[in-house]
């Protein structure tokens, strides 16, 4: 008989706001395995779990998990790894993830710092999209070509690949560089 290991399904952590070791902490408390892990001395945030009824705690104080963690877990241990619908969100960040790294990189080399962060660059980017639905991936990579082409050339003053998507003024609004190129 083979025996089955927890699968650390990504997209259903980031979903739940669970890291990983909160997720093996639950498999701890159904079934015992801790696969070497003292969780007495790990950063396990029982007041999160609790908030989102991952677990219960007793009246005599022993901690147990819910329904809600135990369909989880089963997720994870019979390999269905998503429903259709999971898969295609899955896969469109994927997808998004990638798009957001080619756009970045092209920011690569021009000077330290400049590609920005790669979250701020994807959450702009995001933001960007949303707002701007008539535009394609490939006219935004076009944009951003043609600003370093241009302006872009002297790096004394690059702006970073995600505030060129937006930069807050000092009014708290969101200016967009990338409209200007764009349109």
Not at 57 to 62: E, F, L, M, Q, Y
Not at 84 to 110: I, M, P, Q, T, V
Not at 136 to 149: D, P
């Amino acid at each position: 008989m083979m025996e089955s290991y927890p699968y650390l399904r990504p997209f259903l952590l980031r979903k739940l706001g669970i890291t990983g070791i909160d997720f093996l902490y639950l498999y701890f408390l159904e079934t015992g395995e801790s696969f070497g892990i003292n969780f007495k001395q790990t950063n396990i945030c029982k007041n999160k779990l609790l908030r989102l009824k991952l677990i219960k705690t007793k009246t005599s104080g022993k901690t147990k998990t819910s329904k809600k963690a135990k369909y989880l877990l089963e997720k994870s241990l019979t390999r269905q790894l998503m429903t259709k619908k999971e898969k295609e969100a899955h896969n469109k960040d994927l997808e998004f993830d990638a798009f957001a790294l080619e756009y970045r990189s092209k920011w690569f080399g021009l000077k330290p710092g400049s590609m920005g962060s790669k979250l701020a660059c994807t959450l702009k980017l995001r933001k960007w999209m949303y707002n701007n639905p008539s535009y394609t991936k490939e006219q935004i990579l076009e944009a951003a070509t043609q600003y370093l082409n241009t302006e872009g050339r002297n790096t004394r003053f690059l702006q970073q690949a995600d505030c060129f998507i937006y930069k807050r003024d000092r009014n708290g609004d969101d200016l967009s560089r990338l409209d200007g190129f764009i349109k």
